[in-house]
């Protein structure tokens, strides 16, 4: 990408070679306003960066420059910023560390990389590196050529690289180049880049810093609207016990209080008797664990997990669950419970406990009718309508299934048109026509017997048979089954160039595995299939062929 901190038309700055005998005022300067840039202290590190990489080809008079940072989660290192009336050139956008650790073993050795037009004889820079960087010393490290650059050695005439450090740490690489003129890089443009990668440092500290704020601002706002929130929860809470009275009065649900410990009851309102038919009498008398005597068995570790989620609640907090209690007459009632800790010992444990009991059991029952609506909707939504067998949206399900579920099992598809059936429909009539396809879907239902096989209508006066696990001799056997079973129906088709009786074509299309490739794959091959037996006479079967593209 190109990046500039203005808008991208900016028409890109011609290289002009500042005089090198006197470049540190004018780079003094510009290093100035660049200091004092918006960008560099926005937090936005990629601004910042566009806004380095402009100031050092406007300065330096450069071909290109970059910025490559430091992703470690990935591991890897990324293009950020790439200005210059060259930086369209470069394709490549992500360096990974480990696919070059000669490289950046070099770049944790030295400072900076500096190569100029006179380093060597000629304007390869690549002949210049791979070998140590001075020839006094053997154990210097050698220079490499910067792997993002691949492929420009030999366009690329100096180049300048700038590691960038944040606390200690290599977190990026800053690099100018020159690319086809001759150059000769000056210690001013050096101390500049030098310079501009500790800004780039400076921006990617100040985003930091800046996300670490927001962060702590974001948790104490969290934690003010949570303090607000308990504090509400505990005036509620406390509110509502000066009125208890009242509502233990004017309440038409069941109120009762129980000890925690032992589940005996202390106290229920009268409304207990209009809902299950016990008197507050009757339920002193079951003792201790009252609600699970009326509990239906299945409820009971509903109850019990309950217990344990109030045992570790916090004031005003309220737990609630749906249970199935028994009426004194014995019917079942679904009820809906709430219950809060409204009394604690001294040590911190639960003493009594608060609950309500609303009875949901037509609401239940509401719920159940309505999903039993729904499945029968669905299973209407999966049928043809004409001939009461599976539709093409249940086909389209059901192969999906199959295939995905196969386990590197066989798959069979069988495709099969009744032969000139608009030539029938405008021979014996639409009703007829309509009357013809109900008793060729019976026949195909009758003729595929085995469980998991699926047969449907799969548009107009075309049916498709899907064959779990089966493949070769056992689909043709199907397929003979089929053909010879619609034939046998005795259906007039008196102007039939087949038959005097109605027929089918089919067509095969099977894989022995299902764990490449996608379904469309097996329908081409069963389409194939029956062109092919039209295309042979009618009245017959034929095999289509799998393309092995279309199964990866």
């Not at 501009?196 to 921006?203: D, F, K, N, P, T």
């Not at 999906?400 to 429909?425: Q, R």
Request: proline fraction near 3%.
């Amino acid at each position: 990408m190109s990046l500039a901190p203005e808008q991208s038309n900016q028409p890109l700055v011609t290289p002009v070679f500042l005089d090198s005998h006197s470049p540190h005022h004018a780079l003094s300067q510009a290093l100035l306003e660049l200091s004092q840039s918006a960008a560099i202290y926005s937090g936005d590190v990629e601004a910042a960066t566009a806004a380095v990489t402009y100031a050092i080809v406007k300065n330096l008079g450069t071909t290109n420059c970059q910025v490559w940072l430091y992703t470690e989660d990935r591991n890897l290192f990324q293009l950020v910023a790439d200005y210059g009336p060259h930086a369209s050139h470069n394709s490549l956008s992500q360096l990974h560390v480990d696919n070059h650790i000669d490289y950046f073993h070099c770049l944790t050795q030295q400072d900076w990389l500096v190569l100029n037009t006179g380093d060597a004889t000629t304007n390869q820079l690549g002949t210049q590196l791979g070998q140590p960087s001075s020839t006094e010393d053997k154990d210097a490290p050698l220079l490499l050529f910067p792997p993002y650059l691949s492929g420009q050695e030999q366009t690329i005439t100096a180049l300048i690289e700038i590691p960038i450090y944040h606390q200690t740490q290599i977190i990026g690489v800053l690099c100018c180049n020159q690319q086809e003129s001759p150059r000769v890089w000056q210690a001013a443009h050096k101390d500049f880049m030098i310079a501009a990668a500790g800004l780039i440092a400076l921006a990617i500290s100040h985003a930091s810093e800046q996300k670490k704020q927001k962060l702590l601002s974001k948790q104490k706002r969290q934690l003010k609207l949570e303090m607000i929130e308990r504090q509400q929860a505990e005036q509620a809470w406390h509110e509502s016990q000066h009125f208890i009275q009242g509502i233990l009065n004017a309440s038409t649900n069941i109120l009762y209080v129980n000890d925690f410990a032992s589940g005996e009851n202390y106290y229920i309102n009268g409304y207990m008797k209009n809902i299950l038919g016990y008197s507050p009498e009757e339920i002193q008398k079951f003792g201790a664990q009252f609600l699970e005597r009326l509990a239906h068995a299945e409820t009971i570790q509903a109850i019990h997990q309950t217990r344990k989620r109030l045992a570790k609640s916090t004031r005003g907090e309220i737990v609630e669950n749906e249970y199935r209690f028994r009426h004194k007459q014995g019917d079942w009632l679904w009820m809906l419970c709430r219950e809060t800790i409204f009394q604690w010992n001294s040590d911190g444990t639960p003493q009594q406990l608060l609950g309500t009991a609303t009875d949901i059991t037509a609401h239940k029952e509401n719920a159940q009718a309505l999903q039993q609506q729904n499945q029968a909707l669905t299973a209407l939504a999966r049928v043809d309508g004409l001939t009461q067998i599976a539709n093409r949206r249940a086909f389209d399900e059901f192969l999906d299934k199959a295939w995905k579920a196969g386990n590197h099992t066989p798959l069979t598809l069988i495709l099969c048109d009744i032969d000139y059936f608009k030539l029938y429909n405008d021979t014996y009539g639409h009703q007829a026509g309509d009357a013809c396809l109900q008793e060729v879907a019976q026949a195909l239902k009758t003729a595929v017997k085995r469980e998991p096989d699926f047969v449907a209508r799969y548009g107009g006066e075309e049916f498709a048979v899907v064959l779990p696990n089966t493949v070769g001799k056992g689909a043709q056997h199907v397929a003979e089954t089929i053909r010879a079973a619609v034939h046998a129906l005795h259906i007039e088709h008196r102007l039939s160039d087949v038959s005097p009786w109605l027929t089918v074509s089919l067509g095969i299309g099977s894989v022995t595995s299902t764990d490449q490739g996608t379904y469309e794959a097996i329908i081409a091959a069963a389409d194939q299939g029956l062109y092919q037996a039209k295309s042979n006479g009618r009245n017959q079967f034929a095999i289509g062929h799998v393309e092995i593209s279309q199964q990866q």
